[in-house]
Structure formats: C-alpha cells, structure tokens
C-alpha cells in the first residue's frame, strides 16, 4: 500500500488518539532519569497544553518514589478533569500491579502481555493457555477495583512474522474480556512499512470490534513512517514520545508523527501544533537528552535557510517555502549568515533589526560576512550591530566594556573578583567574591549599580575544540532571560563568559535586544546569539 493511498471509508477523516510515553517509555533512555515534579509538570504541560489524548507516566512497582510520583500527577489530574488520562504499565501478578497503581489514585493500566510464542515460552517459560489464564486473573481483578485495562502484546512484531496463530489466538480473547485497547508493539523497531501494512490490515480485517494502538521504535529509522501506515489503516491510536526519546534508538517522535499526520493521511489529532517546540524543549531540559539542531520540527535550524538563492527566492515570492512553514508552529524562518550568504540574506537580517545601509556598505559588510564564514564563524542577526561597529566604523552605539578583570581561586578559600569597567564613558572598579570565579564576577558587577536590570541567566556552555590542547580556545555560550545568547572565546573558560557578559550588557544597554525580542514569538522563545 502507498503512503498516500487510499483510506478506509470508516476511518476518513476520523480523529487519531495520540498516548504520550515519555514518562513511561522515554524515560528507559540510557541516563534519563526524570524526578517526580518534573514529571508532573511535563504530564501538565501534555495534556493541557499540547492536547494529547493521554500520557503513559510510570511502570508498576518500580519504586517507592515511582508511586509517590504518580499519586502526586494524580494529584493534579483528577480536580484538573484529566484523571482517566493517566495510565501506568502493569504487569500480569494478579493483585500486586492494581493495588500499586491504585494505591496511588490511578485507574488505567496498560498490562504487558507476551505479543509472541517466542517470549511466551522463552521468558515466562509457559504456554499461551497458562499465560491467558494469569492475564484474565488479573484484568478481572482489576475490574472488581475499578480500573480499565489495555493490554501491550509486547514484542508483537515478532509475533505477527513467526508465530501468526498465537497472536490470532490471543486476540481472540481480548476481544472477548473487558479490554479497552489493544497495543500491537514493534517492541524492537524491526518492521518495515510493507510489514505493517501487511500485518495491520489483517488484524483489521480479523478482528474489526477491537481498537488496535501502534507502537512502534525507531531502530531502522521507520517509527514516523510505520505510524502514518498504521493510522492510514485505522488503528484507533498511536503511542509517541518528545524528542523521540526511549531505548536504543528511541520511540516515534511527537512532533514528527503530528505533522506527517496532518499533511499526509485524512487522520487528524486535538494536538496544538505551536505547542511543540516549547514541550520539546521543556523535556530536553529535564531530560539531559539534547535533540540535534536539524532534528524535524522541533530542532533550532530547521527554519534556518543558508543558501542565498533560497533567501533570494523566498523575497520574489516564498519560492522555497512548504506546508512546513514556521509560523505554523509559532516559530520564525531565519536566513543565516557566511560564506553562502547573498544579498538577501543580508536584506532580511537587517530588516528585522530596522537597520539601513547604503549598497556600498551593505556590499562591504557581506564581504566581511563570507570571510568570517570561510573561517567557519557562525554569524547571526544580533551580530550584525557589532560587525558594522567593527567593519564600518559606524558610531560607538556600545557602552560597557571590561577593561580589566583580575579573578582569584584557591582549593580551600572563595574565590574573588577585583573588576575595573567603563559605562557611559565613566570608570568603575569593585571587588566581590562568588562560589566560583564567574559568580565572583557577577556580584562585583551587580555591586556597582549601573542602573541596569541584568537579565537572569538561564544556561551556560562551554565548547573546546574536539582534540584541542590545554591552550584551545573555549567558546562560552549564555542564555538569559528576555531571548539574549551571547558568546564569546577566549583561552580561559572564565573570562570568555565575562566577554559573553560583556557583549549582554551592550545589548541591553543599546536596546537592540528589544528588536530581536519583538520579532520572537513567545511559544518557540527564539533566542539571541552574539558574536565576539
């Protein structure tokens, strides 16, 4: 079956359940651990503000601190009208995974059943009928104390390609228990889309009273497209999570299955598509796990067009824009700057800023941009001030520079900053200590009243050179409040965040962030970068 063929009548233009596991599924990524009030806020933030349909948020009997986890999304869940919308992984032990999960105010839980002969034998060491039997002993149990079961047939794939008459059998009886959904798992990414297209569609045809879900992994890179197969069949849902987290290569990606849902098949989803950057980042944040920049949808360069013919062809008439347009997702399209850079790169750059130059000095500055983009430079939109500084000798818009700065460590003793700065054309000096030698820089800097509201900071890189010596250069890269970036090099990690700082304070002292600021939409919170 093509991907854009033809859908099943009963299922044209029929809503899509969309299960969020990244709590659940996500977090068996190698190194994500995510505490319980992080937990909570990202539960919140799924159901209402991205609008899935549902979040899978813990594993039974897990830990102590799992089921205080889950009691305190609870917490929250039920007055919020979201209490059926929590659901937890269960295990088939009769009593001890319903008492858990319910022990914590929960009432949906998702059983992890045997998908195929090969795990039913191998790991429970049982056959089907004595696995069927515990699995009915436990979901009746879970009736007589109030909760719905949907049942995961774990490593189903397998199942469907080696052992098809196990996997008829046990569905057989699921359809004839008190089971809400049915979860066909490519526990291990190993389908094709013709797979799925096979397997689904008989199952569909067997057994068409059952809600059949799909999840599926990313091993082969195919999780996004066996999902647009799989709704493009009628399954009733599809179970993703943010930033395609989950072990080995990952579960399929929120953002990826909800905009390849909209543009191709006649299935639809309740999800806010604006909202998933700011989720995106939000788990990227409490996970650790940072997403790669030309990551689809949600990365920081995918609305970045490089070339000069693209930023040439979007100004005569968006000739390189698609249905994946930015403002769709309530971000921005960016024209970047180097050695690729045209005129019109250039043009919407300093249009954004509201910057006018005359043809000589535009001509001028896009030279010096191509040459810093030779020396692989990254240029952006807010350098563009300092370069035309530095590059036309424009007059001194910027106010604040460190002229000297003197910081002290020892292994025992705080360390010490001794500053002496000028502002509006007067010297300053102060001294302050800080837990470590950029804070002591700080607390000299807020000690001299400059009458300047300094940003909160909101994070701080530091990249050296793979391979570098002890002499490499360091970047520092900061990110405060109010959508400013600000980087800087130098020899020493300390003092390329004080010139990060620097070239913070004159840009909010000039006010050019509040051009930038003005053009960032508050969804995607785009952020400003500054070069040395």
Not at 127 to 149: F, N, S
Request: proline content about 3%.
């Amino acid at each position: 079956m093509s991907n854009s063929g033809p859908m099943p009548d009963a299922t044209r233009r029929m809503p899509i359940a969309i299960m969020d596991t990244t709590l659940r599924d996500g977090e068996q990524t190698h190194g994500v651990s995510i505490p319980g009030h992080e937990k909570r806020i990202i539960a919140e933030r799924l159901l209402s503000e991205v609008k899935v349909d549902r979040v899978e948020v813990a594993s039974c009997r897990v830990s102590r601190g799992e089921q205080e986890s889950l009691a305190r999304i609870m917490e929250w869940a039920e007055p919020a009208g979201f209490g059926d919308q929590i659901e937890v992984l269960s295990f088939v032990d009769h009593m001890s995974s319903v008492d858990w999960l319910t022990g914590a105010g929960c009432r949906r839980m998702n059983l992890l059943t045997k998908g195929s002969l090969h795990h039913c034998e191998k790991q429970l060491r049982k056959t089907l009928p004595e696995h069927l039997a515990d699995i009915e002993k436990t979901i009746r149990y879970g009736c007589e104390k109030g909760v719905t079961t949907s049942i995961y047939m774990e490593d189903w794939s397998n199942g469907a390609i080696n052992s098809p008459e196990y996997v008829y059998e046990a569905i057989r009886h699921y359809v004839e228990w008190p089971v809400d959904r049915i979860h066909l798992c490519d526990t291990l990414g190993i389908l094709s889309t013709d797979q799925v297209q096979r397997f689904v569609s008989d199952l569909r045809e067997r057994f068409p009273q059952a809600r059949f879900e799909f999840h599926c992994h990313n091993d082969y890179g195919l999780a996004t497209a066996n999902c647009l197969i799989a709704a493009q069949l009628g399954v009733a849902g599809l179970h993703v999570t943010v930033n395609g987290l989950g072990e080995r290569a990952g579960n399929a990606s929120l953002a990826e299955v909800i905009t390849v849902l909209r543009d191709h098949s006649q299935r639809d989803t309740m999800v806010d598509e604006t909202k998933l950057k700011e989720i995106s980042r939000l788990v990227e944040a409490f996970s650790g796990k940072r997403i790669s920049a030309n990551a689809p949808i949600v990365g920081n360069d995918v609305f970045t067009q490089t070339a000069g013919i693209h930023a040439d062809g979007d100004k005569k008439g968006n000739l390189y824009e698609s249905r994946l347009s930015p403002a769709r997702f309530g971000r921005d399209r960016v024209y970047a700057l180097g050695k690729l850079s045209g005129r019109s790169n250039l043009d919407f750059n300093l249009d954004k800023l509201g910057l006018t130059l005359s043809p000589d000095d535009r001509k001028v500055l896009l030279e010096k941009i191509v040459d810093l983009g030779d020396k692989k430079s990254i240029v952006t939109t807010e350098d563009l001030p300092f370069l035309i500084m530095d590059t036309l000798s424009a007059p001194d818009r910027f106010t604040f520079s460190v002229l000297e700065c003197v910081i002290t460590t020892t292994l025992s003793m705080k360390p010490a900053a001794n500053i002496k700065v000028r502002f509006n054309d007067h010297e300053y000096e102060a001294i302050a200590m800080g837990n470590g030698g950029y804070d002591a820089f700080m607390n000299a800097l807020r000690s001299l009243n400059l009458g300047l509201e300094l940003p909160r900071l909101l994070d701080f890189e530091i990249h050296i050179p793979p391979g570098g010596s002890t002499d490499a250069l360091v970047e520092a890269t900061i990110t405060w409040e109010g959508n400013i970036k600000t980087r800087a090099v130098s020899s020493d990690q300390v003092l390329a965040a004080v010139k990060a700082t620097e070239r913070m304070i004159n840009l909010i002292s000039s006010g050019m962030h509040r051009s930038l600021s003005t053009e960032a939409v508050s969804t995607d919170k785009v952020m400003v970068e500054s070069l040395t």
